[in-house]
């Protein structure tokens, strides 16, 4: 994303074309690279942080499906924005991908219910909780905000997390024992079980 915009900083030029233009051949190419191309750098600071955040979280939670997820909420985030955007705008950035993130987070975790990622997905809801309003561009006009992105991506979050949210990891409970505070894993068998 640094280097796309690297480039078009230093030599003067624009990337739109590697952007998603809907039911049209010559974007087809952006369903893969538009992730990569944003109109300026206020654009490009604005998604880095929660894209960071949120794939870092995807990989640390989810680490048996974590490339299948990324991988494929990419892909098909950038297909669905190719099939069911309108006009002849061409869509470019990774918030249409960040989305897709941030709502695979808040979706697996209601589904899951595991203190982690109900902890992270509060983390989100607090720190992020105004992407909601990238659902209506009219609030932005001046922006050119691509709420077609924003949704499809939150849509293929929510179907990814019904399908994939079972691959979390399970957190250990302990618990103390009051008579020789000794930690307890509620997994191993009681002491007279033992044989030896």
């Known amino acids: 994303m640094y280097i796309a915009m690297f480039v078009q900083w230093f ?13 049209h051949t010559d974007g087809l190419i952006g369903i893969i690279t538009s992730v990569f191309i944003h109109g300026d750098w206020g654009h490009l600071f604005g998604n880095t942080f929660p894209f960071f955040l949120f794939s870092t979280a995807l990989f640390y939670y989810y680490p048996q ?12 985030s950038g297909l669905y924005l190719w099939l069911f955007a309108r006009g002849e705008s061409w869509h470019i950035g990774a918030s249409g991908l960040v989305y897709a993130l941030a709502v695979y987070h808040l979706v697996a975790a209601a589904l899951q219910r595991e203190i982690r990622l109900v902890s992270f997905s509060m983390l989100i809801i607090f ?6 309003w990238g659902f209506f561009p009219e ?15 939150a849509v293929v979050g929510a179907v990814f997390a ?16 009051e008579d020789d505070d000794e930690i307890i894993d509620p997994e191993d068998p009681p002491y007279w079980m033992n044989s030896n």
């Open 11 to 23: 030599f003067g030029i624009r990337l739109y074309f590697f952007g998603v233009h809907p039911l």
């Open 65 to 76: 499906v974590s490339k299948k997820v990324f991988f494929g909420m990419w892909v098909v």
């Open 127 to 132: 720190l992020y909780g105004s992407m909601i």
């Open 139 to 153: 609030f932005f006009p001046e922006e050119r905000i691509s709420w077609q992105a924003h949704l499809t991506g």
């Open 162 to 177: 019904f399908f994939f949210h079972r691959y979390a990891p399970k957190s250990k409970q302990y618990f103390q024992d």
